[in-house]
């Protein structure tokens, strides 16, 4: 093997070095300082926080409150010292009222269930909602039925042994805390846990205007029990009539 002289291998390895210093202080230039870094991230978080500020906006003409409201929140809580945080927080208060009201209208509205089929010998159309207290198997359903043969009628459809009533009796009721006593009767056949309003046009008209109503009903086993209907999100256009023309 050939050995190269001892001058050429010193050229060498100064050649090296001064390429390992070059290359050590091209690089050094290409850092940023950590000032050039800080504020190279607080333009990036700017940007990204106007890109964010630019769909709330949209949202909003959108009509999209729920949308929006998500999207400010997000803005104010990631970027709370921005522009962008500051404007949102000029309109986020009202646009999550309007997304709070609007997202309740449609729970209030979801609690409605509306059907129309044949019941015995005719067509039936019903819009009826369960009890939000009590839940779950033990609540109770409220009906507001239209028959061709039976025409119209409003009823409580409850578990168990059904209810207790004498000929007409009185059910406590309040609408909106508003006291407002229902007459019942229960039907003649007696094997259904029904019990059925006596005035059910008026009780309509009233529950429209009603978001809550709360009864006090006492079953047949005589004991006594408190329901409560969240019925604000009735929709009368959605009950349809129904015709016994043949």
Not at 46 to 68: C, F, G, I, S
Not at 95 to 110: G, I
Not at 121 to 129: C, F, K
Not at 227 to 245: A, C, H, I, R, T
Request: contains cysteine.
């Amino acid at each position: 093997m050939t050995r190269l002289p001892l001058r050429h291998v010193l050229i060498a390895t100064t050649a090296c070095s001064w390429l390992l210093l070059a290359a050590c202080s091209q690089q050094d230039q290409n850092t940023p300082s950590p000032q050039e870094a800080a504020k190279a991230q607080a333009q990036q978080m700017a940007a990204e926080a106007n890109r964010q500020l630019q769909t709330y906006q949209q949202a909003m003409q959108q009509k999209n409150d729920e949308l929006a409201a998500g999207i400010g929140e997000a803005i104010v809580q990631q970027f709370p010292a921005s522009d962008a945080a500051k404007q949102v927080q000029q309109t986020l208060p009202e646009v999550e009222q309007r997304a709070k009201a609007s997202a309740e209208k449609r729970r209030l509205a979801a609690l409605w269930s509306y059907q129309v089929g044949p019941m015995e010998g005719g067509t039936q159309s019903t819009a009826s909602i369960y009890s939000t207290r009590p839940s779950g198997d033990h609540a109770i359903r409220l009906v507001l039925r239209r028959h061709t043969k039976w025409g119209e009628s409003v009823f409580l459809f409850g578990t168990g042994h059904g209810f207790a009533c004498k000929g007409n009796c009185m059910i406590p009721a309040q609408f909106d805390d508003k006291s407002h006593p229902i007459s019942a009767f229960l039907p003649t056949t007696g094997n259904e846990p029904a019990i059925f309003i006596r005035d059910d046009k008026p009780f309509i008209v009233a529950m429209e205007k009603a978001k809550r109503i709360t009864m006090t009903v006492t079953t047949h086993d005589g004991d006594k029990q408190e329901v409560l209907f969240e019925v604000g999100g009735f929709d009368p256009s959605k009950w349809q009539p129904v015709s016994n023309k043949k």
